[in-house]
């Protein structure tokens, strides 16, 4: 039998501990995911272990975009239709997680749009769409459809009553998306929290805000900071 080969994993790895870090861990729950290279399918943290916990190449399985092991070791997550039809409806993306921060999961269950507070916001683009159609897991290729369809084009949806779903087209991208996401939704219930009149970014001004303020540069240094200051192992491999 031909060996599988295995794409170097160490950002999707250390993408899951920078979310553990920022507050997206849930016990062994959450999952991130990243379009094979050579058109396999896809490489999805295996199941058992937190997003913490994720050391390397070993703890992601290759599915097929039916959700069947290609390669890797242990259990699959119950939710990779969410992977699996998300991936199949964005050709533009390469990365997507799925994950129940406090703040966010929160948020999804209120009846308010998340508003462009602060630039966490600003910076995950258009409006954050909230997907109703089930409070249960995504677990069938359907619901996957379904989620896919919610999301649209957007950069993170909110899954009511359950958690957050988020994409980029890199690995970078995707897990900034779902940081900014938690940030936003937290800062919101902040200041509802104070029963005080406040204000958000004005719709006409948001896609000239967000040109201002993010750019792919921007994306790549704020990836750095969190490779050095969240994720401990990346800071021991550079001998800090």
């Known amino acids: 039998m ?7 994993l160490d950002d999707a790895a250390a993408a899951c501990r920078i979310l553990s ?4 861990s849930d016990l062994t729950l959450g999952h991130l995911s990243w379009r094979d290279p050579d058109g396999r399918g896809l490489w999805m943290k295996r199941s058992g272990i937190g997003l913490g916990e994720v050391e390397g190449p070993g703890d992601f399985i290759l599915l097929d975009f039916d959700g069947r092991r290609i390669a890797g070791e242990g259990p699959i997550h119950k939710e990779w239709p969410i992977h699996t039809e998300v991936l199949r409806a964005r050709p533009d993306i390469v990365a997507v997680g799925h994950s129940h921060p406090p703040h966010a999961s929160a948020f999804s269950a209120l009846d308010a749009e998340l508003e462009p507070v602060t630039n966490e916001a600003v910076y995950l683009g258009r409006r954050v769409p909230r997907f109703d159609e089930t409070r249960g897991l995504i677990d069938t290729p359907s619901l996957g459809r379904a989620l896919a369809r919610s999301l649209g084009t957007a950069s993170a949806v909110l899954m009511r009553n359950h958690g957050i779903l988020f994409v980029g087209s890199s690995i970078a991208e995707a897990t900034l998306m779902g940081v900014f996401l938690e940030r936003a939704c937290r800062t919101q219930l902040m200041l509802m929290a104070t029963g005080r009149p406040w204000q958000a970014t004005p719709a006409d001004s948001l896609s ?20 050095r200051t969240s994720d401990p192992r990346s800071s021991r491999r550079d001998g800090r």
């Open 21 to 24: 870090a920022e507050g997206h």
């Open 208 to 227: 000239a805000k967000q040109g201002q303020i993010l750019d792919a540069t921007l994306l790549h240094s704020f990836w750095a900071h969190l490779r």
């Open 2 to 8: 031909t060996p599988i080969s295995v794409p170097p």
